[in-house]
């Protein structure tokens, strides 16, 4: 278990409020952001809706004293996977953004790789600060 710091505690937060906005944004407000980015208005909703999950789990834990370490190992993985698919998919033929567009998912992209570092740098210092058992 990892012990919810107030550094894990402000970034988990911090995290889940941007997952959040990005819920906020997209989701109901996709027939409006697509003819503004160039973006698929059912791709914007998607990922609207997958980011709702995320951030209720992302909050509920900020709230926890403890927390198990594979669970936030999987909150970095999937920041990863998301900064990088974002990436992926500006680079792909699939999409063809506006430069508003192309502004919104590579801003997106970085602030979550962003909170991916501060997550696994939250998880190292815990880790480091552990007894050693050998």
Known sequence: MARITPFLRH???GD????LSGVILMLPGAPFLAPLTGLPSGLLAGAGLLLLPFAATVGLLARKADVPAPLLTGIIVIEALWAAASIGLLLSPYVTPNGLGVAFVAGQALVTAVFA???????????AAQPSTT
């Open 11 to 13: 970034v988990l937060l």
């Open 16 to 19: 889940a409020l941007f997952a």
């Open 117 to 127: 570092q501060l997550l696994l740098m939250a998880v190292r210092r815990h880790a």
